[in-house]
């Protein structure tokens, strides 16, 4: 299972950090991340990261947001700096589990930039 937090309402050039803990089963060579999903709009990829530590971030992002991760609490935290308004959306955490075991959701959390 997932847990996201975090989220909130904030003011444009603000930052908010999001929070994501699993539990379970956890196994080591696992991908992690974050997609957000705005009214309207498909849910795209923010950013993920392996568990080598290996980061890959959107273009809307990048520069701005920081993943990192810590391995013994099995939680990846999202630093969002800088925000804007079109990063409003319900942002989804996301845990690829290996050996085709498929691919775990947490609950959204919403993230609201305001001008």
Known sequence: QLQASGGGLVQAG??????CAASGTIFSNIVMGW???APGKQRELVVS???GG???YADSVKGRFTISRDSAKNTVYLQMNSLKTEDTAVYYCYLDRPYGLGRVWGQGTQV???S
Do not use: C, E, F, K
């Open 14 to 19: 603000g930052s908010l950090r999001l929070s």
């Open 49 to 51: 990261i392996s568990s």
């Open 35 to 37: 997609y957000r999903q």
């Open 54 to 56: 290996s980061t890959n």
């Open 112 to 114: 609201t930039v305001s």
